[in-house]
């Protein structure tokens, strides 16, 4: 059995990715920007014969936990499991009258649940904090599902600026979807302070080619996400981490994908045994 990843939106107009394997579906992030956009992925699911059981989110910030896709997740009676802070930011906008909707929450970083691995349907989550803003918590998910012939592993991280226990769980990951939010260089021409809480295109470089140093097998697909639009591109993130790459010896033989920011990206598809 395969499992298949696409990215919906990324960056800071809007975040989400989807991941779905044995009939099963899962949402990482809501922070796409309009509702169709949701509304056209349930319907891809379903003309699949995809369910979707669960929503992730990562952290509060608007870009990942917009109240649109908020209220289609109450109407269908689908889980969210989020960290208690965004769980009491969507209370609260509720409450005020902000958002609408009754949402199954389900929070993810209290007491004996914080980094515990729970399971949804056929996948096997572990949530990993990592750190972001230093107001709230923010969390990366390590992903397990039964392949044909062995276990298949995604890793979804994206907002953060210091990765914590994180690269131990990128060794032999099949799908990674890392940050690599800017260029040190165009961030000093076009200064941002928010910039200072995302992962920089060396960082992003380094921790990749670390974890392939110390892996089996190199991953099949991995996405780079979240690139700022006015402070990356796609040519400066791939150019950055063939540097590191090539500089450490470390060979670059997987396939690198930056994330579209504003449109869906092509569906991958991950395999037991890919050759």
């Known amino acids: 059995m395969s499992l298949f990843f696409r990215t919906l939106r990324s960056g800071s107009s809007g975040n989400a990715q989807l991941?779905?394997?044995?009939?099963c579906a899962l949402?990482?992030?809501?922070?796409?920007?309009?509702?169709?956009?949701l509304r056209e992925t349930l319907a891809d699911l379903r003309q699949k014969g995809v369910k979707p059981i669960a929503a992730l989110i990562t952290h509060e910030h608007g870009d990942h936990f917009a109240p649109g896709p908020l209220r289609a997740m109450s109407g269908l009676e689908i889980p969210v499991y989020a960290p208690q802070k965004a769980i009491n930011f969507a209370v609260e906008q509720l409450r005020m009258g902000f958002w609408?909707?009754?949402?199954d929450f389900r929070p993810i970083d209290v007491g004996e649940s914080w980094e515990r691995p729970f399971t949804l349907g056929p996948f096997t989550i572990r949530p990993i904090e990592v750190t972001h803003n230093p107001d709230g918590s923010c969390f990366a998910?390590?992903?397990t599902v039964a392949g044909r012939d062995r276990e298949?592993?995604?890793?979804?991280?994206?907002?953060?600026?210091?990765?914590r226990s994180l690269p131990a769980h990128l060794v032999d990951a099949d799908l990674i979807y890392l940050e690599c939010n800017h260029d040190p260089h165009l961030l000093k021409?076009?200064?941002?302070?928010?910039?200072?809480?995302?992962?920089?295109?060396?960082?992003c470089a380094d921790l990749l080619a670390t974890a392939?140093?110390?892996?089996?097998?190199?991953?099949?697909h991995t996405f780079l996400g979240h690139l700022s639009e006015r402070r990356n591109s796609p040519t400066i993130a791939l150019d950055t981490i063939r540097s590191v790459f090539t500089s450490?010896?470390?060979p670059l033989d997987f396939p690198l994908i930056p994330a579209p920011r504003h449109h869906p990206s092509l569906t991958v598809e991950i395999l037991s045994s890919p050759h």
């Open 248 to 250: 450490r010896s470390v």
């Open 212 to 220: 392939r140093a110390a892996s089996a097998r190199p991953p099949q």
């Open 100 to 103: 609408s909707g009754r949402p």
């Open 27 to 37: 949402l990482i992030d809501l922070g796409l920007p309009v509702r169709t956009a």
């Open 189 to 203: 021409l076009r200064p941002n302070a928010g910039s200072h809480f995302h992962l920089e295109n060396s960082r």
């Open 19 to 23: 991941l779905y394997s044995h009939g």
């Open 141 to 143: 998910y390590h992903i």
């Open 152 to 163: 298949l592993t995604a890793v979804i991280a994206t907002d953060l600026c210091h990765p």
